[in-house]
């Protein structure tokens, strides 16, 4: 039997949405403005940042099917010429039985490691985060660059697309 997109849930971490899940407790992800990134402020667009860095987890909540072979790529990059966003996956990050103990980020700025990124934007150029088990959940990260000189901007969004359909 196929999975249901409902299965499919994308989730942060509550207690700090922008650094990973050390503590294992998570909230959902939305398609809600700002809901991974804050608005690029003006010392951000006047000065650039080199990265600013979230974890995402994908969790398979069906009891039964398993999510096969599941690709993410950017549909659309962000709305802002001056940034641009990148994802990655660290391999020893996919299918996990659990998210607690896996290392935070250290800070917004600090990549995570084991993590190559890239700006897949079609499915021949995705990233592959596996197949993941009912039950378990796949990290993946990613990485938005503002570029010094940027406009401020409260709406910079993006869009990812999670599929498993055949390259």
Known sequence: ??????????????????LGFASGITVDVTDTLNSLFA??????????????????CVYNSSSTDSIVSLKAYFSAQTSNDHT????????????????TGIPALTNETTAP????????????????????????????YLKRVIAAGAAVDSADICQITLTNAAV
């Open 1 to 18: 039997m196929p999975i249901s997109s409902t299965d499919i849930k994308l989730k942060k971490s509550a207690t700090n949405p922008s």
């Open 39 to 56: 608005a690029v402020q003006p010392q951000e667009a006047l000065d650039g940042v080199a990265g600013q860095y979230r974890a995402v």
């Open 84 to 99: 641009s966003i990148e994802m990655g996956v660290n391999p020893a990050h996919i299918n996990m039985t659990a998210i």
């Open 113 to 140: 490691a084991s993590v190559t990124f890239s700006s897949p934007t079609n499915l021949a150029s995705s990233i592959n985060l596996g197949t993941i088990q009912p039950g378990r959940y796949t990290i993946f």
